[in-house]
């Protein structure tokens, strides 16, 4: 059964509950009634007093008198005194295995989450984690280049200076770059003669010897302990739950598993079928190879439920890199290059037997590189928008952003309305970029984070202080009305939507210094960007996104009102509890 025919029945089986109720006697006690500040997040009644849950779905929401009208014997009720009711937040866009696959590496964040902020820093602490095996993987993640005191990635040598007999896998804080030892890569089968995959670079030292660092797609080779990880469903099952722990600890009711492969699509079924997961994961399914096809077929993924906590919600293109990886692809040079910005070789796809992608300039007019060339987007989307998917499409850099606008347009002239189950995960859009994404129907996410971790090198090195501004444009995109969702992509930064609302009302970023303040938005707006929008863009917003009676009680307590409190306290806001479904999945 569609989910809007879900829930317009569970609307008038309560309606005819309650009218039943009138005439036989008491109305059906509620499980559980909150009572004090509810922040419904619903238009048509913004504020309550109270909200009562049985079965698992909103009962009621109201005054508090009309709504303890259905107290029963077996009612729990709260009272809450400063605290304040909300949706349970709803991840518009991360990896949630990759948090999983985190909990179970070294972590090398720099600051302001960790101390590892030098290559010194980094050896030190593989060398306490070493595996006792020779030739067991070392894995480590969350490191930054940027921020570490050489300024650099560290290289095969650096990490053979920790270990030669055991491979060393690195994992970039982007998800985007990896660093590996020489067995590392011996393991991975990068050599001298390894070619640049499409929408990707292995680094070379002088002469052609791989450096160890690989970019984009080309650290897809490097993924083999993250791939053991998940072809063993107890330790994959494990690492998942005390990942949804974190997102339930931050509010979170509903994540995102975005670029599933069809593997990681059956390992996390697997998961499920031992144990329902506690929280929804929303999974939107890469494009690579046959994916898609063998996943989705002919069908709107979007008809399908929840099966133990997994669901398909559609397929997501990559269009480029990140930006603080340099591998976004950007219509003007980046402010400062990367050391050894080099042209693109040509290079194949299964896409195309002779496309090459276009070489982008090197020095001084390096502007990062595409993904595909555009007869390959345009084929993507036409192929997407025909098999009735949702969309998901990844462009940071803006050149990536007219790429897959331009081939959207060539795709819907047909079909106009296609369009609108197109998602933009974009950070630097245009102002001409967003009038267009107004007239196609297209919405946006921004990974509003970035401006805080990177936004002070985004303006000193990357993108220069005028672009910086423009970073996740969220008042641009209100004031042509885009619509757009607020994303942690976790594991880049860790799952926090609240933080991600602070960021995106106050523009501070690490530095203490605020970057665009004409981009600001208001507390609603954010608020609304991690809940209602985010379940619309998933297609679920009957069911989600808002407290309303037949909705699923996914709720959130907040220690305090976030939309009655001054900008500057926002990121003292703290989740006390999270439910899921009615049910008490995280208490502080």
């Not at 009612?75 to 179970?104: E, K, Y």
């Not at 050896?123 to 993640?141: F, H, I, K, N, T």
């Not at 439910?579 to 502080?588: E, M, P, S, V, Y």
Request: net charge neutral; glycine share 10%; charged share 25%.
């Amino acid at each position: 059964m569609p989910r809007a025919a879900v829930f317009a029945s569970t609307v008038l089986a309560l309606a005819a509950a309650g009218c039943a109720s009138q005439e036989r006697g008491p109305p059906v006690p509620a499980d559980r009634i909150i009572v004090g500040t509810i922040v419904t997040m619903d238009p048509a009644a913004p504020r309550a007093e109270a909200v009562a849950v049985r079965d698992g779905r909103i009962q009621a929401v109201g005054s508090k008198d009309e709504v303890l009208a259905l107290r029963g014997p077996r009612t729990v009720v709260t009272h809450l005194s400063r605290a304040a009711v909300l949706p349970g937040f709803v991840d518009a866009h991360g990896h949630l295995t990759q948090v999983a696959m985190r909990t179970r590496a070294v972590a090398l964040d720099p600051p302001p989450l960790g101390g590892t902020d030098s290559i010194v820093a980094i050896q030190d602490r593989l060398r306490a984690e070493l595996p006792g095996s020779p030739g067991e993987w070392l894995v480590g993640w969350g490191y930054d280049d940027a921020l570490l005191a050489e300024g650099r990635h560290p290289t095969r040598q650096d990490l053979d200076a920790v270990a030669t007999d055991r491979p060393i896998l690195l994992v970039h804080r982007s998800g985007r770059i990896v660093a590996l030892n020489s067995l590392g890569l011996e393991r991975a089968g990068v050599t001298a003669a390894t070619r640049d995959p499409p929408g990707g670079r292995v680094r070379r030292e002088p002469g052609g010897a791989p450096s160890g660092v690989l970019e984009e797609r080309a650290a897809l080779r490097a993924l083999e302990p993250l791939r053991a990880l998940r072809a063993d469903p107890e330790r994959l099952g494990a690492a998942l739950r005390d990942a949804l722990a974190r997102y339930a600890a931050r509010g979170v009711t509903t994540c995102r598993e975005s670029l599933a492969s069809s593997e990681l699509v059956d390992a996390l079924r697997g998961v499920a079928a031992r144990g329902p997961l506690p929280l929804d994961v929303a999974v939107s399914v890469t494009w690579r190879g046959t994916a898609a096809e063998r996943l989705l077929g002919d069908k709107d993924p979007g008809q399908g439920g929840y099966l133990g906590g997994v669901r398909l919600v559609g397929v997501e293109l990559v269009l480029d890199g990140s930006l603080h990886g340099h591998t976004a692809w950007l219509t003007a040079p980046y402010h400062a290059p990367p050391a050894g910005a080099l042209a693109r070789a040509a290079c194949e796809d299964p896409l195309t037997s002779d496309g090459a992608l276009p070489p982008t300039a090197t020095g001084a007019r390096y502007a990062g590189y595409p993904s595909f060339v555009a007869r390959e987007v345009e084929a993507l989307v036409a192929r997407c928008l025909r098999g009735g998917w949702a969309v998901t499409a990844r462009c940071h850099g803006d050149a990536a952003a007219d790429q897959l606008l331009d081939a959207l347009e060539r795709a819907v002239v047909n079909a106009p309305d296609a369009a609108r189950r197109v998602t933009l995960i974009a950070q630097l859009l245009r102002d001409d970029q967003l009038e267009r994404m107004a007239r196609l129907g297209v919405s946006a996410s921004f990974l509003a984070p970035e401006l805080f971790f990177w936004g002070d090198r985004h303006r000193d090195v990357l993108l220069g202080p005028e672009r910086a501004a423009r970073l996740a444009p969220g008042a641009a995109a209100l004031a042509r009305g885009v619509p757009f969702t607020l994303h942690d992509d976790a594991p880049a930064a860790p799952p926090d939507p609240l933080r991600a609302v602070a960021v995106a009302v106050g523009r501070r970023t690490a530095g203490g210094q605020v970057l665009g303040p004409d981009q600001r938005v208001g507390v609603e707006d954010a608020l609304r960007a991690v809940t209602l929008e985010a379940a619309r863009q998933l297609g679920e917003a009957d069911d989600k996104g808002s407290i309303a009676v037949g909705k699923l009680a996914d709720l959130v307590v907040l220690s305090a009102d976030p939309t009655r409190c001054p900008p500057e306290a926002l990121g003292k806001v703290e989740v006390l509890q999270t439910f899921k479904g009615g049910a008490l999945i995280h208490d502080r």
